[in-house]
């Protein structure tokens, strides 16, 4: 033992006199912590600006790769098989060949046409977690098809409701107090 800690002694404590940190133990907040930048509800618009959630975009050119090879794959698939029942070389490159004009002449049309499928025409619940941008992709199209089923404008700001409600209550009080005063005034 050291330092005034624990028991003085662990006999008859049923403890081995081990001492361990309070982990649970509530640390007192910092000056920095207290400052109104880190309040729950700052007064600052800049500071409210910042709390708002934005959806992480998704990087067109990775979702660009990853279509690109799905394509591939599918060629490398035929290719094998091909290979396999022992094609001529030439006849295997010029298979692939059509078939890789034709899986992309698709992608083309899907993207021309700006289908409303989630990412690579897959649902969210097909993508794994580890391909965030496919994800991120869907989870916009997905919010994009709520907001158009709940007739939400797409300029809609959160909390804008409670500001419009806010003021029209700010003009009634404003209204009564100017009435009130020329009623006043008239006596």
């Known amino acids: ?6 028991l003085t002694t662990p006999r008859g404590s049923g403890t081995s006199g081990y001492v361990q940190r309070n982990l649970s133990a509530l640390k007192p907040k910092s000056k920095w912590q207290q400052n109104d930048r ?12 910042r709390l708002k959630h934005r959806p992480r975009q998704p990087d067109q050119e ?5 279509r690109k090879r799905e394509v591939e794959v599918k ?10 029942e022992g094609l001529e070389e030439d006849e295997v490159d010029e298979k692939c060949e059509e078939l890789r004009e034709k899986l992309n002449k698709e992608r083309l049309q899907e993207h021309g046409q700006g289908q409303q499928r989630g990412a690579g ?3 969210k619940k097909d993508l794994k977690a580890h391909r965030t941008h496919e ?12 907001r158009r089923a709940l ?3 797409e300029d ?17 009080v404003a209204k009564r107090e100017q009435e009130e005063d020329e009623s006043r005034d008239r006596r």
Do not use: C, F
């Open 1 to 6: 033992m050291s330092a005034n800690v624990g």
């Open 62 to 66: 990775i979702l660009e790769h990853e």
């Open 38 to 49: 880190m309040a729950p509800y700052p007064n600052n618009p800049d500071d409210l600006e």
């Open 151 to 153: 007739g939400i404008s």
């Open 156 to 172: 809609y700001e959160e909390g804008s409701h409670w500001r419009k409600q806010e003021e029209r209550m700010r003009e009634g």
């Open 121 to 123: 025409g897959k649902g």
């Open 135 to 146: 994800l991120a992709e869907a989870k916009i199209q997905e919010t994009d098809r709520l």
């Open 75 to 84: 060629v490398m698939e035929l290719r094998d098989r091909l290979e396999e």
